[in-house]
């Protein structure tokens, strides 16, 4: 709910040139541009007046509207367009446009974010809502995928890999992502109890996939969904086949590497 407090502004059609420069003489707190007319902000009515009698006098037969414009509405339209901005390390964004930073440390595992496949996963994963899901990243590596699930809102990530390096590797950089939680499990795919995630995230190999597609199609429940990607687009067609009846929700290429989602 708004707070009940109005702004002053100024609408002003036709904008003439140099209008910009005139209103240097007056106390403005924001402009809306638009394509056919401007919304000027001024801190108080009285500078809204004066600017309103000035700006008349200078520019004939201007077009300008006093307008009362309500506090959420004047805020909405004014920043709603603001988007993140980079200054050297520092990254100044507002709520709705922040990014998620994850820090990985290179190790021998995929998942630093320089390969195709982890890209296309996170881009992937990016088009769902995790809000509140039970993920399950199988053969995290390097535990970006995890990370990423845990801090774009998933309620629980376990993270799975059956090579203790990749497990040690992941450990140390959700360390270094101090809002992520993420559960590690050293563990082969193919010994797993069945779970009920309501998104498994798979990185591996085609053949992989292929051989451990039913288990990994257990890990989900009856609505869950499954990103898969390290396959290339010549084992498309077998690994599609070994996850039917799955429906293919989305596909993205990089190259010759693929990620599908299926439902």
Same mark, same amino acid.
């Given at each position: ?48 007046d ?7 006098a ?9 307008? *009362?414009v +309500?506090d959420?509405?004047? @805020? =909405? %339209?004014?920043?709603?367009? !603001?988007?993140a901005?980079?200054?050297?390390r ?25 390969h ?15 809000h509140?899901?039970?993920?399950i ?24 890999? *059956?090579? +203790?390096?990749?497990?040690? @590797? =992941? %450990?140390?950089?959700i360390a !270094? ?5 993420v559960?590690?499990q ?11 995630a309501d ?35 010549r ?16 596909r ?7 990620c599908?989602?299926l439902?």
């Open positions: 709910m708004g707070s009940g407090r109005t702004w002053p502004a100024l609408d002003v059609h036709h904008v003439p040139e140099f209008l910009e420069a005139a209103l240097i003489d007056y106390h403005v707190t924001a402009i809306n541009e638009g394509d056919e007319a401007w919304r000027i902000f001024f801190h108080d009515a009285e500078e809204r004066r600017a309103a009698a000035g700006l008349r200078e520019f004939d037969g201007l077009s300008v509207e006093p307008v *009362d +309500p959420e509405d004047w @805020a =909405a %339209r004014s920043q709603a367009s !603001l988007r901005i980079q200054i050297g520092v990254i100044v964004a507002p709520p709705w446009d922040a990014p998620v930073t994850i820090v990985v440390q290179p190790s021998m595992g995929f998942g630093t974010g320089h195709a496949t982890t890209r296309l996963c996170l881009a992937a994963m990016q088009q769902l809502d995790v509140g899901m039970t993920v990243d199988v053969g995290t590596g390097s535990g970006v995928l995890a990370i990423a699930a845990s801090l774009l809102g998933a309620a629980n990530v376990i993270a799975i890999d *059956d090579d +203790p390096d990749a497990v040690q @590797a =992941a %450990r140390e950089n !270094l992502n101090l809002r992520a939680r559960t590690l050293t563990s082969d795919l193919r010994e797993a109890a069945p779970a009920n998104l498994v995230l798979a990185n591996l190999t085609g053949a992989l996939l292929v051989s451990a597609a039913g288990q990994l199609k257990q890990l989900t429940d009856s609505g869950g969904r499954l990103i898969l990607s390290g396959f290339m687009a084992e498309e067609r077998d690994v599609l086949h070994a996850f039917a009846p799955l429906a293919v929700e989305h993205a290429q990089e190259e010759e590497w693929l599908v989602t439902r």
